[in-house]
């Protein structure tokens, strides 16, 4: 069982909230971006 | 519990609305909600049976609201979160699902407002009108004391903003929704998903607003179905006062006093046994059609005899036909229906206040083409019609309202004012007239453009 993180809200420049999750401790950061369709409570 | 399937129904404006229908009852109820979160309301460990109680004595029908939880979130500007796009919504859900009429159950102030908007707009669809732990406005006013004050309401919404879908907000909503469950871990986790289920901060925010903004209490008396107002006596979140003043001022309404001060809609079976006792004595024929609340939209060319006396016989008919033409465009866009043309001015009525203001902005711009200029009044209130023809205080009042606007210019009675919220239209205070043929003063706003 994974353990999955909370998602939380940054705002962007324009005030629209983002939902994002951040996964694991590597030294490189990864900005996963997929297609169209997300949705993080369901990924 | 098992989750029942979600369908979608497409409004009048091109919005997809996520539904679902449990239940096989004889009544038809439509639960209308500030907040349900279809996705996320069968995981909690309430609401699921709430609504399966319901459903035992009804076919529940159940929605989310444009802009939030399974529904189409991207919205255009005309598509907005008004009064009159949420009953689209519910409208749009009941064609889908062939209900004819229904006794829409409001939970709280935003699915309350609309409800009522739905009820009193449109009382051949509805069958009853339900009130739960809901309010005529949120604000505080000299003649609406209960209310809260702007400052702690900006207040409290930027709390929402900040802390939406965390423990932290969760934790102090409990407190204040449903205090014997303060240290129930499960209780405020339900919360926190539900949140996340429903839409981001941003939207949270600005829903927020939108009901805070709506002041039903010019339209209550327009409420012409059979009505129930249930409150809880020691409600903590929205005090019994306001749930007091529905009743006094819906023409007809019960007032189910419950017990306690837990606001949370799903805890306790009173709640739906006082639905159920409510269904079960409506009849068909209590109900009157012939008065229902209306905006009515006048319109008028400025100075039409020195415009006909400049153009001659043959060029003024020329420019009231295309007048006509234009006005008539801009009708069928907002979805207004002619009711009359006077010589140079129209009148139309619409089931929707910001769309009667919104036509009437467009027909103000769209004539300057023919170098006149219009003034168009718009005021919302009760209509009758009487052998086909719509008449009532509400349309000599639009009138009168429309007689008083400068060339160009939208003007527009606090009613209209009090149900726009949401639309983004703005509003300057045009002052207090009185005016002719009816009682009383009236507080007029002019639309900025």
Redesign the interface.
Known sequence: MIEIPEPTYATAADGVSLAYQVFGHGRHDIVYLPGNATQLDVM | MDVPKTHYARTADGVHIAYQVVGDGPVDLVLVASALGLGEIWRGRRSGAFLLRLASFSRLILLDRRGMGLSDHILDREQQLTLESRMEDVRAVMDAVDSARATLLGLESGGFAVAAMFAATLPERTAGLIAYGAMARELWALDYPFGVTQEESDAEIADV?RA??TGELASSWVEFLYPSARDDAREVEDLV?LM??IG????AATWSRVDRDIDLREMLPSIRVPTLVIHRREDRAVPIEHGRYLAAHIPGAELAELPGEIHMWDVGDDFPSEVERFVATIHREEIELDRFLATVLFTDIVDSTSVASARGDQGWARLVERHHHIVRGNLARYRGTEMDTAGDGFFATFDGPARAVRCALAVVESVRQLSIEVRAGVHTGEMQTIDGKAGGIAVTLGARVAGLAAPSEVLVSQTVRDLVAGSGLQFADAGEHELKGVPDRWRLYRVVN
């Not at chain 2, 981001?200 to 939207?203: F, I, L, T, V």
């Open positions: 903003e939406w879908a998903a996340r289920g981001g901060p941003g939207d």
